[in-house]
């Protein structure tokens, strides 16, 4: 049975931080790129970012670069997202993913269960 464990979500002031892990079982991690989409309310989802489990090769929307950094342990089978000055808008239901490449991370094959990241202002 796939399994993709999301944790580490909360509450947070604007400025803050978190880490966002994903705990995958099920599947061959390391022939799957593994992210994370968010959704708020009233909007659309959106891909943040992923990372290739084989090769170590990155993706981040513009809207998080160079605050979020995202990482593979392979070893553990788990996918970390540090997210460093949060802003309001970071506010979402955060959904661990998995797909077959990068390039196919905007329809992954797997979805986790979300975890909220609230930052207050």
């Known amino acids: 049975e796939v399994q993709l464990q999301a944790s580490g979500g909360g509450l947070v002031q604007a400025g803050g931080s978190l880490r966002l892990s994903c705990a995958a079982s099920?599947?061959?991690?390391?022939?799957?790129?593994i992210g994370w989409f968010r959704q708020a309310p009233g909007r659309e989802r959106e891909r943040v970012s992923c990372?290739?489990?084989?090769?170590?090769?990155?993706y981040y929307a513009d809207s998080v670069k160079g605050r979020f950094t995202i990482s593979s342990d392979n070893a553990k089978n788990t996918v970390y997202l540090q997210m460093n000055s949060l802003k309001p808008e970071d506010t979402a239901v955060y959904y661990c993913?998995?797909?077959?490449?990068?390039?196919?991370?905007?329809?992954?094959?797997?979805w986790g269960q979300g975890t909220l990241v609230t930052v207050s202002s």
């Open positions: 993913a998995a797909s077959p490449s990068i390039a196919n991370f905007y329809d992954p094959d797997y």
């Open positions: 099920g599947f061959t991690f390391d022939d799957y790129a």
């Open positions: 990372v290739s489990s084989s090769d170590g090769s990155t």
